[in-house]
């Protein structure tokens, strides 16, 4: 590892309202969040001093608060004003932010109705990634152990970080395994998501994607779905089990992270990143730019 440790950085981070300096930014070990997973938070990136669709990502995180039984206490407008300002006090134009909520120290129980709520929000550096060439070659996926749980067994449409345990054991047992990340099973034994992105597939140029009833819904699924219906592809929302995995011809992630990732291997099937997915990936692209402001 060469870059230097997350806690020890330079910068500001926005912290309950304020900012602080970067190492500064700290909790006490007798944090709730910390103890009994009571912590939900966002992934986001800038492009060129905007943040592509802050405004979903905010009332986002305030939903998974409420799931978790917690209200953040910062509107969605403040929370947005306060993403611009910390990338801005930053110095920085195209990079990820991180807001993260949680409860605080005043109980340390199960219950702990009258915790404080924490809101930080950090950013750094982090440019849209390398060449278009070099992704399409794809990355290679692994079939996890573990499935995302049943909706009555865990509160699975919240970016809540409990819900992360599973995705970091599967994520690291496909990396020690050669992989560069692993496709889950949901309860059901459906084809879900991965680690920390949505899954795409096309077959006879119709683009499929697991139905998002049990995992994250996400931003950029949202986004490349409208893309693609916007291009005039058929897309397919259904249920799709794993013997048909080898049906498909080409396979993406999507992601704020991944953005449009291509696929060339899902466990002992192959796929040849293609046309479609290159346009996706495009249109992409070009989506999160910040647009021009109408005159
Ligand atoms: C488990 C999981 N699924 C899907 C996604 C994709 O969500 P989004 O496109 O909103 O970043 C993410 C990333 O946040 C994730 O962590």
Redesign the pocket.
Known sequence: MSAAPFDQRDGWIWYDGQFVPWRDAQVHVLTHGLHYGSSVF???RAYGGVVFKSRE?SE?LKKSGQILDFEIPFTVAEIDAAKLAVIEKNGLKDAYLRPVAWRGSEMMGVAAQHNKIHLAIATWEWPSYFDPAQKMKGIRLDMADYRRPDPATAPSTA?AAG??MI?TISKHRAERRGYADALMLDWQGRVA??????VFFIRDGVVHTPTADC??D??????VIELAKRRGFEVAERRIMPDELGSFTECFI?????EVTPVSEVGAHTYVPGEMTKILMDDYSAEVLPKAKAA
Not at 193 to 198: D, K, S
Not at 218 to 223: A, E, K, P, S, V
């Open positions: 966002e992934g986001e990502h986002r970016k819900l992360y995705c998501e991965c680690t920390g992105a949505n995992f994250l996400g931003i950029t699924r949202q986004t999507t992601g704020t992270a991944a």
